[in-house]
Structures are given as structure tokens and as C-alpha cells.
């Protein structure tokens, strides 16, 4: 919680400026921990309203960029508060419409090429607002699908070399539009089994080079969505073991 500024947001450390990015980690961990009870709501969607733009989209922090990451963040905060009410979700959806492309997938911004990382902001997003009728679910299943390569990884791009942190990205959206069995998962599961370092543990971005706790974390989070054995179930939209949403959903208990 020092990590918590007076605006609401949360930085990456006690020393960083607060960001949509931190913000929603934070609210992650502390959900993880059972503990958004910590979290004073009307201060943190106070910092998230703050940052929706007029035309629907989010920028990150006070400087103002804009990506449709920051979409997805805004709306998977408000809604891990139970508070989509403070923000314009309707004009959310517009921008995100705005960020499709012809082959299904999404870009950071309109008229940006798609990839993979953005396809799974847009599409969880989407699902968060109850909009995934906006989605064109079987080209754009076909465009994720296409991103396995011969060696069972996934890119997040054409032409592009494969990496296990797309194996979230690309599997996430699958997994939210039913189409899971659309990739070859027994190849990637290879692939991802591949990447980690047998002695010290972890999972690096391909076989042979150094592992990393961002890669680690994809390649459990895509396993697990492919139901390996001794995982705990993930939530597809929000990141988060099934059983903490379930938690986080079920109404809160009257004190007598």
C-alpha cells in the first residue's frame, strides 16, 4: 500500500509515478491476498475516471499516451472493485471497436497492425463490458491460431519468432472466444515445457536463453488455461486463478 499516491494510483515502487499498468497489479496481488479491502474504490476509479479520454480510450498515467492495454486496465480495475458504474463503458467499447482491424485482430491504437498482446486487451475488455458481439469470433480465431509456428511456440505477430508470453496473449483470447482447441496443444505445451531451466526452475522467452519472472509467469498462466496437471484453473479475462474471482463474486456477507 505505499506504493499508493494521493491520486489514487499506484506506482511500480514507493519512487515511481502512479500508472493504470501499476494500478491494476496492485489490485491483483492484493486480490490474490484477499485483501482489496485495503483499497479505498472511490480513490482508485477517481484516478481511472480521471484518465478516460473523450473519445473512450485511456492513457496510461499524466503524460497521456494511449494503448489499448490501458482500456483493458481501466476496466478489469473497476470491475475487480465492482464499480464499472464510475467510468464510461459504453464510449470504452466505441474505442475498442475503433482499434479492429480487417483481419479480426486489434491494434494499440486505430488503425495500428494487430497483435497478439492487444487482441487479448481488446478481447478481455470487451468480455469485461459485455461487448463481444463487437468481436468477429471465427477470423479472428483463425488469425490467432495462425500465430503457431512449426515449433508449437506462438508469435504475436506474421513473420515474427515465437515466445512463450504469446502463449497467453493468443490463448487468453481463445480460451474467451471457445476456440481453445483451435491450436495444436500438445505441441505447445512442448514448447513451453521447453523454455524452462530443468535445475533453477522458471521459464524463459524460448529454449536456451535466461529465465525470467515475466515469462514464468505466461508460460504457468498458458498451461494452466490448457488445464495441466497440478495447475490451479485461471480466470482467461482477469489473470487470476478461477477460485479467487469466484471469491471476489460471491456477495458479501451481512455482519449482525
Known sequence: M?????????????????????????????????????????????????????????AGDAWGEIDTRFSYCALSCCSLLNRLDAIDVPRAVDFLIACRNFDGG?????????????????????????GLQHVDQDLLSWWLSERQTPSGGLCGRPEKLQ??????????????????????QAALT??????????DGGISDRPEDMVDAFHTFFGVAALSLMG?????????????????????????????
Not at 192 to 197: A, G, R, T, V
Open 2 to 58: 505505499k506504493c499508493q499516491h494521493a491520486s489514487g494510483g499506484f506506482g511500480g515502487s514507493e519512487r515511481n509515478d502512479p500508472h493504470i499498468l501499476y494500478t491494476l497489479s496492485a489490485l491483483q496481488i492484493l486480490a490474490l491476498y484477499d485483501r482489496l479491502d485495503l483499497v479505498n474504490a472511490d480513490q482508485v476509479v477517481l484516478y481511472i475516471k480521471g484518465l478516460q479520454q473523450s473519445d473512450g480510450s485511456f
Open 106 to 130: 486489434f491494434g494499440c491504437t486505430p488503425g495500428n497492425e494487430s497483435h497478439a498482446g492487444q487482441v487479448f486487451t481488446c478481447v478481455a475488455a470487451l468480455s469485461i463490458a459485455d
Open 163 to 184: 515466445d512463450v508470453c504469446y502463449s497467453w496473449w493468443c490463448l487468453s483470447a481463445l480460451s474467451i472466444l471457445g476456440r481453445l482447441h483451435w491450436i495444436d
Open 190 to 199: 512442448q514448447f513451453i515445457l521447453f523454455c524452462q531451466d530443468e535445475h
Open 228 to 256: 495441466y496437471a497440478g495447475l490451479e484453473p485461471i480466470d482467461p479475462v482477469y489473470a487470476l486463478p478461477v477460485k479467487v474471482m469466484q471469491r471476489i463474486r460471491q456477495p458479501k456477507r451481512q455482519h449482525s
